[in-house]
């Protein structure tokens, strides 16, 4: 969960997708400025942080960096549960990594956090030419489930940061409202109750 | 009239009057004004006077300065003032509606009863300030009538006026109305509380009582042309349910005494015998009955036996019916106390909260020594052990069969940290709730008792009872729910466990066939399930890598008979697709491996803060996936001899295994050694991966580790439960029992109401977030939470009660789901102000009777309310009015007469110009009565 201090925040983020898609290179590429042609495939997960200034805050990120095969699927509610952002990463060169995407999308929406910022990355967007997923299909899908969606490149460092900075842009935004919508725990209904039992 | 001389006398003077109101002051000048020679003239021009202003201000200003809202009548309005005259002290009030035009329709709710019984608009009333509070005799009533009749005609008013005559029961008034120059309006109202002749008790004696009146009066109309217009409105009430179901459903009560609590005895009927409450507490129901209103709207007559006739008319020949359900008043009252539901345990619940701080172990609540534990108090009593066993019984060995519970909760209910409301712990807690009185001490009772049996399931290896048995843990729930899915886990696997020993065993005693049954049978389903939980993990994308399992257990079969050939083989679950190895073309072999380790949140965090701590310096973050890792490639090893690392990285992670070329992929199936290369990452000099395949010994999964200690966990598990902190368990107790109870609400059938869906929705999210700063390792504020809480409990009443209200509606009404949803909106909306969601203040002083229309076809389910009396209640009943519905007899029957009469202006002065075409109401009378009691009121126009 965020939390706040003096204008800062700290914020728990996690990445989720596909084996291969690219979340470690993204992760990478935002926290050291680096690229590795050939990312060595993660093993469970990995932490890194990392600190942004937006406006008048900071944000903080804890990221953590997922493995994408199967067999830690299970392993993952560990690591969404209480973040405050998520990025699904896919890769828009193989149509199953964005399938794939989607279940993480639904499986977040059923598990994850009500208030968690959520973003959809198309990832080696500089692959134009072995391009799968066409970036209307993904905005759609993004749309229609409220995330938030960008092409990025680990590679060119396209949209990257953007999309980090974006992230700590929505955070504060994303925080649950002091009062619930509906009913107000205000003293008034005792009052008023004192005064119904007397009246009747 | 006799004061008809008074009255020119008072016009002339009337406009000094108008400037010189205050007595003494004309005293103090001497002028002597001999129109006010009398203490009655002064009080008429008193009365006059008032009047003047009253006419003056007109209802806008009225209603601007000081005039009082009617009750809960919409429009009616009243000013009052009061006046002396002799010793005596009057008050004197106008009524008068706002902004309604023209006259109301004849039964309008909103009439009040002197406008119903006199068919008046406006009025004034004038009663003395007397106990009684009406005028005790008759002289005194007429003199005061005929005051306020010279002071209306003389500011040219005409506003009937009413004066209270006999004794308050009877309700009677006389009144008068100045109608212009040439008619006069007279009213006479009274009521007859005993003995009604049986005359009066039908129709056709009423109407005869209606036509003498006026036979009386008019002499000139002959007989024959009588047209009497008629218009009734009949009141049923739906019968009271049978006293015999009261005398039965107390004796289920006392027959049942476990499940009877405080408060719980005053219980009628057992209306909700199937409603998701009852369960836990049985509620009183909040619609005693319903109303039913039909309306006959206006005809003609013209003789008594069309009335004799219509006494028998079914009423569904009525016009119109109207419904309204009679809500019990404790809908209303939420006193503390007052209403025992799920609300006020959950108050108890938290009061035991706020003292759960007092103590550091549960234990300490139960000691002799601690102080303020008098047993005999019984806000500290603990139940007798009877009880207790009943609890525990209910718990854990009753209906054990719901373990794989469907997901109840909605969404809305994940987000409030507690447990799923078939679960152990939340049914545990719904058990607390109605523990004795729901104390501390209570609590601290059964929470040991509770885990001793917990501990005994362990020990026993009983599985638990009420947990799903899903391997994985829920973290969106509470720890202590999570630690019981863990135990239960845990269980399961030193099952298994334990069972393979005995596998070992029987292989060394086969003579002994009895064990040996017992195990396949057990055995059979343990191995089907990893099985399946392996399956599953890697079933995501067959097509894609051509990897598939062979699911049929059939075609597992060849494998196990070739384990006995290939002895080197171990820990197979089977062969993968059409797979092989790249280096010895055998099959390939899936293994078992071994499930993921599971944790519970507080292990997570343990596990993330040490991570955090080190940062990313260390790959220690990823030690656990490591070993799992790790025991994959083990097993992969074991199962397949002679594998190679791109054999397990074809399985494990097929993306990172590259064919050469797309066109060769059609004969890949088929072609040996298959083309295609390690993805580069996984090439990489000195990549992990392959580091650790080396590190891995060819092991089957029996032959490892566990990545989960089943023995060391479940006792981590018991440790925590037995050690937990009071305050610990009742904040979690809290939570749960929170959502719990939401959640039995929500399951309660309403029909389609979309106002209580949307405050159930808010419901649950005013809980979730309220109950988040109780997650909280640190309170900063306890008793502003508390405060918080306790709320949260005035909101869940509000909810609970309209759930309550909502099904008892629903199921009265099952075959009409627009009235019932078009009454419980009613009543919604009426309710609302209450929840203190809108700014408007409300009296609740006032009667919900909203009433609803009945539509044509919805008739027949209304009627279904009035079920044929039994044998039992119609020999009680002496039925004596006629217009029975469903053999019931109406509670009220209000009939308007009325004749109307052309006016000619022969009777009067014919210098008077007035369109003869006219029509006015000569005579009208209203008529009330019930079987012993009527009330008639008649309003005679008359010149005079």
């Known amino acids: 969960m965020a939390t706040f201090g003096n204008n800062n925040l700290s914020a728990k983020l996690v990445l989720l997708g596909d084996m291969g898609a690219g979340k470690s290179s993204l992760v990478l590429r935002f926290v050291k400025g680096q690229f590795l042609e050939f990312q060595e495939s993660t093993i469970g997960a990995a932490f890194f942080s990392q600190t942004l200034a937006v406006s008048d805050a900071t944000v903080k990120f804890e990221i953590w960096d997922t493995a994408g095969q199967e067999r830690y699927h299970s392993l993952a509610p560990m690591y969404y549960r209480g973040a405050a952002a998520a990025i699904i990463v896919y890769d828009i060169t193989s149509t199953d990594s964005f399938e794939r995407a989607k279940k993480w999308v639904q499986e977040l929406q059923k598990q994850g956090n009500p208030n968690m910022v959520t973003a959809l990355a198309g990832n080696k967007c500089d692959l134009e030419d072995k391009r799968k997923v066409t970036t209307e299909e993904a905005r759609a899908y993004a749309e229609e489930n409220g995330l938030f969606f960008m092409e990025t490149s680990a590679k060119t460092a396209i949209n990257v940061n953007d999309l980090f900075y974006e992230i700590a842009r929505r955070l504060p935004r994303a925080q649950p409202a002091q009062q619930p919508a509906g009913m107000v725990l205000a003293d008034r209904p005792v009052d008023r109750s004192r005064a119904s039992a007397c009246c009747s | ?944």
């Open chain 2, 1 to 944: 009239m006799a004061s008809s001389s008074h009255l020119t006398v008072e016009k002339e003077g009337g406009g000094e009057q108008e400037e010189e109101e205050d007595e003494t002051l004309e005293e103090i000048e001497g002028f002597d004004d001999f129109t006010l020679a009398s203490s009655w003239e002064r009080f008429i021009s008193e009365i006059e006077a008032v009047c003047r202003l009253w006419l003056v201000d007109g209802p806008k200003n009225l209603m601007e300065k000081s005039a009082e809202h009617v009750g809960s009548r919409k429009y009616l309005y009243k000013v009052k003032c009061e006046l002396k005259h002799g010793i005596k002290l009057y008050c004197m009030e106008y009524y008068f509606e706002a902004s309604r035009n023209g006259k109301a329709a004849h039964w309008h709710d909103d009439l009040h009863d002197l406008q119903l019984s006199f068919g008046v608009a406006d009025f004034l009333v004038i009663a003395p300030l007397s106990a009684s509070g009406v005028v005790l005799d008759a002289p005194e009533s007429s003199k005061l009538l005929s005051a306020i009749a010279i002071a209306l005609s003389n500011c040219g008013s005409n506003w009937p006026a009413f004066v209270p005559v006999h004794d308050p029961s009877r309700k009677a008034y006389i009144g008068i109305q100045n109608m212009g120059t040439i008619f006069t309006r007279r009213f006479d109202g009274d009521r007859i509380g005993s003995q009604v002749p049986i005359r009066l008790m039908h129709l056709e004696g009423l109407y005869e009582l209606f036509v003498s009146k006026f036979a009386l009066y008019s002499v000139d109309f002959s007989t024959s042309c009588f047209k009497v217009h008629f218009t009734m409105k009949l009141t049923y009430r739906t019968p009271p349910y049978d006293y015999d179901d009261e005398i039965e459903s107390e004796e289920h009560e006392i027959k049942d005494p476990g499940r009877a609590t405080d408060g719980l005895n005053l219980i009628k009927t057992q209306w909700d015998d199937d409603c998701p409450w009852t369960e836990w507490y049985s509620a009183e129901d909040p619609v005693k009955g319903f109303e039913l209103i039909a309306v006959w709207s206006s005809r003609m007559f013209e003789g008594s036996l069309e009335m004799a006739e219509l006494e028998n008319a079914s009423s569904f020949d009525a016009e119109k019916w109207l419904i309204y359900p009679i809500v019990s008043p404790n809908m209303l009252d939420d006193s503390l106390g007052k209403f025992v539901g799920f609300t006020s345990q959950l108050h108890l619940l938290i009061s035991a909260l706020d003292a759960s701080f007092e103590a550091q172990f549960l234990e300490d609540f139960l000691s002799a020594e601690n102080p303020g534990s008098d047993n005999s108090k019984s806000s500290t009593a603990i139940p007798p052990p009877t009880v207790l066993d009943r609890v525990l019984k209910e718990l854990f060995h009753d209906g054990i069969q719901c373990s794989d519970h469907v997901e109840l909760g909605n969404k809305y209910s994940r987000s409030i940290k507690g447990a799923p409301l078939d679960s152990l712990f939340a049914q545990f807690c719904l058990h607390s709730l109605w523990f004795g009185s729901c104390n501390i001490r209570a609590i601290a009772f059964l929470w040991i008792e509770f885990v001793r049996e917990v501990r005994w399931c362990w020990e026993e290896l009983q599985p638990l009872p009420r947990m799903s048995v899903d391997s994985n843990i829920d973290l969106s729930t509470c720890l202590i729910h999570q630690k019981l899915q863990m135990l239960a886990i845990c269980i399961r696997k030193k099952n298994l466990f334990h069972h393979q020993n005995c596998t070992e065993n029987k292989d060394r005693n086969p003579t002994d066939s009895k064990v040996d049954f017992q195990v396949d049978l057990h055995k059979e389903p343990m191995d089907d399930k990893s099985d399946s939980s392996l399956r599953s993990d890697w079933q995501h994308d067959p097509k894609q890598t051509g990897i598939s399992l062979i699911k049929d257990a059939k075609n597992a079969m060849p494998s196990a008979n070739l384990q006995q050939v290939d002895q080197v083989r171990r820990g197979s679950a089977g062969v993968v697709g059409s797979m092989t190895l790249l280096n010895s073309f055998q099959e390939m072999h899936a293994p078992y491996t071994q499930d993921a380790p599971i944790m519970t949140e507080d292990m997570h965090e343990e596990r993330l803060h040490a991570v955090e701590a080190f940062g990313d310096a260390f790959s220690f973050s990823g030690q656990l996936e490591r070993d799992i890792l790790s025991s994959d490639m083990s097993a992969f090893k074991a199962a397949n001899p002679g594998a190679v690392f791109e054999d397990f990285i074809r399985w494990h992670s097929p993306r990172d295994w590259e064919d050469d070329e797309m066109e060769d992929k059609s004969r890949d199936d088929m072609s040996w050694p298959p083309h295609g290369k390690l993805s580069q990452r996984m090439s990489e000099h000195g990549n992990s991966w392959r580091q650790i395949w080396n590190d891995s010994p060819a092991l089957p999964v029996s032959e490892q580790k566990p990545l989960l200690d089943p023995i060391r966990e479940g006792e981590k598990v018991l440790h925590y439960l037995e050690t937990l902190r009071p305050h610990q368990l009742l904040e979690q107790m809290v939570c749960t029992a929170f959502r719990a109870s939401a959640d039995t609400l929500n399951q309660t059938a309403y029909g389609d109401y979309k106002h209580m869906k949307t405050k159930l929705r808010q419901l649950y999210l005013t809980l979730a977030s309220t109950l988040k700063p109780l997650q909280a390792k640190h309170w900063p504020n306890k008793a502003e939470l508390i405060g918080d809480l306790k709320q949260l409990c005035l909101v869940f009443e509000h909810i609970e009660k309209l759930v309550i209200l909502a099904a008892s509606v629903h199921r009265k009404l099952l075959k009409a789901p627009r009235l019932s949803e078009a009454i419980f909106s009613d009543y919604f909306n009426f309710y609302l102000p209450k929840m203190g969601t809108c700014l408007a203040s409300m009296c609740y002083d006032k009667e919900f009777d909203t009433k609803q229309q009945v539509m044509v076809h919805e008739r027949d389910a209304v009627a279904n309310l009035f079920p044929p009396p039994t044998a039992n209640q119609s020999w009680r009943k002496v039925l004596s009015m006629g217009n029975l519905l469903n053999g019931h007899e109406p509670i009220l029957r209000e009939i308007i007469f009325s004749v109307y009469d052309r006016v000619s202006s022969g009777h009067y002065g014919s210098n008077i110009p007035m369109t003869t075409t006219e029509e006015i109401e000569t005579h009208r009378m209203y008529i009330c009565g019930t079987s012993n009691d009527l009330r008639v009121a008649l309003s005679v126009t008359s010149w005079d």
